[in-house]
Structures are given as C-alpha cells and as structure tokens.
C-alpha cells in the first residue's frame, strides 16, 4: 500500500497500481517477432496507438481522445475475468457474467464519480452503439490479423482456425470502418494464397 | 509485408508492424508483481491510461487526448536507440543524436502528413514547453516510483541508487503539477522510512 493523505489520490494511485496485472494477462497472439504471446496491456498500447493514426478511416466522425480513452482500459476486466479466445466458444457462455464482476471490482476502486465513468466507458465498448465504440472495436479486431499475417498464420495455424472462421470478424471491423474491413478482406484472401490461413472447411461452405 | 492497394494505407500499416518492436525493448523498472522487466509499451499503456484517470492535477488545463497520444508514441524513438537507464550518466551523452536518427527513420515510415505531426509531437514532448507535454512528463517520471515503491525498492536497490538521485526527479514531475510532485517527494520519505530506499551520500550532502 502506497501512502497517501489524500483519499481521492490515494484510490486513483491504488488502481493504477492494481492495473498493472494487465501486463500479465496474456493473449493468443503472438509478436510479430514470434518471439512470445502478447499481453493485454500492450495489446491496448497498440491498438490506442492505431486510433490516433487511422482515425481517418472511421466512418463517422470520432471523439478521437475518447476512442483512445476507451481502448486503454477496454481489457481491465481481463484482469479478473482471464482472456477468452476470440473463436473459443465454450468460453463466451459464462463471459458476460465473470466481466461484470470484474467490472464492479476493478472500477470500483475508483473515486465514485470515475467509477462511474469508467464503468459506463466500458459498457459503451461493450454495447457498440457509439461511434467511438464502433471504431475502437474495429481497430480491437484489426489488430490480431495483423499479427496473424505478419506471423505468417501462427495464432490461427496453432489453433486450426480456418479462413470462414476469421471472416466471421469482418463484420465487427466493418460497424466502424468499411475501408478497414475491406482491407481486412484481401488480408484474409492474401493469407490464404500463401498458406498462412486453411480455406473454409467443407462442411461450413453454404452456412451463413 | 502486408499488400495493400492504397499506398497511404499501406505506409500507416507497415508503421503499425514495425511499431510492435516497441514490446520488446524493456526498461530497468520491474513489473509490480516483480516477476519481470517492464518494456516500452506496456510503460506507454500505463501512463497514457494514468493521463486520463490524473487530468485533474495537472497544474494548467491540458487536451488530455493530446497527453495520451504524445505518451503513447513518446518512446518510439527507443526501437532504435534503446532505453537509457535515467541514472546513467554516460549513456545520455550521446543519446539525443541517436533519438533523432531514430525519430527520422521510424516517423518517416508514415505519410509525408503524419510523418511531420508525429514527429513534431514527439519534439514537443522532448522539449517540455507546452502544459500538455510537461504533464506528460510528470506522468513518466511518477509510474516508476510507483513501481520501485511497490516493488520494495526494486531498481533503486539493485543498482544501488540513492535518495538524493531519486529526488532529482522531482523538478520534472513539478513541471506539470505540483501536487504530484508532492506526492512522489512524500513516496520518496516513506520509501526510506521503509528501508526500500537508501538514504542520501554523505558525499552528496551539501551539493545543490
Ligand atoms: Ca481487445
């Protein structure tokens, strides 16, 4: 415990120092050097990093500072609630419920009104019905195919993920940005041609 | 190399990529949980985060969307140049000139545009004129204590630094608010208390 006369501070201080497990939680994707998993917090980094730099690409106008804002602590609840992989399905049952737990804990050492803030910053990400969260949630989805290609497939050659499987992220980058989903797009057809993804599987050819 | 069409896009993109070097470059400073170094951008993540959660200490009004964006790109440079550990002295001497050969290449991956804005924002921060980046300095100069405090005086004890060092900070973190200055200086006494911090050299007693 860090010592503190101000009460206020000294809450701000305690969650700061309590989100510093982020850098613990790791993720399925790899660095680009291949070297290791990536962690949330620079996961957040990165992705805060592309909404100052592809906010052009929005399509409709953001509060930039405020996407950034929402992508920094986006993941906090990772802290508690543990990672879920993206194609794990199982692990989407039960997510909803252990992230609002960890919502109300993590936010809740916050001075009232920031909890407060917090809390509603996330459930904005969460319900996608902003703009801001729209294009963080592109930016959010972006980001690992990124790190996919450059790997030359490696989350998705060591999860058997296979090219209708990541197109079903496509959507969630389009609700912000059309010109990133397209790019997105001929990511995934490029990724196929060389190998790094497997085509479709054949029994999920003709479904949705 | 990711193909892209759109060569605007496509330089944005291979900037993107390239930044992900920045998780590998680690700092002297220990995760809270002290099972490792921190690197570059989960430090980036963690004070671009505290610029939003502290704003309101901030000694003049600052577009704290700005703040975070500066932080979050403001070690870039170190891709290249490597981190300086801030208690050493000869490392510093040549490090400017490395930090601009580093800002050149890195910044110059993006369009003409964000090239020059990038680059003037990280000027910006080094130079510490603006309220904007002189909070921002506070922010990097106050998360590493947090850390040594947290960690029982994790670099200060392994590389045998002492409290006058330590308090050499401070005019930085004063720079963009006194009140976080106050705080890191009250950090700094009960680091000592504590025995996590030793106290100033006799020889260092009685120099400015
Ligand atoms: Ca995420």
Redesign the interface.
């Known amino acids: 415990m860090?010592?503190?006369?101000?009460s206020r501070?000294a809450a701000?201080?305690a969650?700061?120092?309590e989100?510093?497990?982020?850098?613990?939680i790791l993720r399925q994707t790899l660095?680009?050097?291949s070297?290791r998993r990536?962690?949330d917090?620079?996961h957040?980094?990165?992705i805060?990093?592309?909404a100052?730099?592809?906010e052009e690409?929005a399509d409709d106008p953001v509060?930039?500072?405020?996407v950034?804002?929402m992508l920094?602590?986006h993941d906090i609840v990772e802290i508690d609630a543990g990672d879920t992989f993206i194609h794990d399905e199982a692990g989407h049952e039960d997510k909803d419920a252990r992230e609002q737990a960890a919502a109300r804990r993590l936010y809740g050492l916050?001075p009232k009104d920031?909890a407060a803030a917090y809390s509603a910053l996330w459930r904005e990400f969460e319900d996608r019905q902003t703009p801001e969260a729209r294009f963080a949630h592109s930016l959010d989805r972006l980001?690992p195919l990124?790190?996919n290609?450059?790997t030359e497939g490696g989350t998705w050659k060591s999860n058997a993920v296979t090219a209708d499987k990541v197109e079903k992220l496509l959507p969630r980058i389009e609700g912000g940005s059309g010109?990133l989903a397209a790019?997105a797009r001929?990511?995934i057809a490029?990724a196929v041609a060389r190998g790094y993804l497997a085509p479709a599987a054949r029994n999920a050819s003709g479904s949705g």
Chains 1, 2 share one sequence.
């Not at 860090?2 to 101000?6: F, M, Q």
């Not at 989100?19 to 613990?24: A, C, G, H, P, Q």
């Not at 509060?63 to 405020?66: A, C, E, L, N």
Request: hydrophobic share 45%; net charge negative.
């Open positions: 860090i010592p503190c006369a101000d501070l701000q201080i969650f700061i120092v989100i510093d497990k982020l850098k613990t660095l680009i050097d070297s990536e962690n917090a620079e957040s980094w990165h805060a990093t592309m100052f730099l592809l690409y509060d930039v500072g405020r950034a804002r920094l602590i916050l920031q980001q990124l790190h290609f450059e010109r790019y001929s990511l490029e």
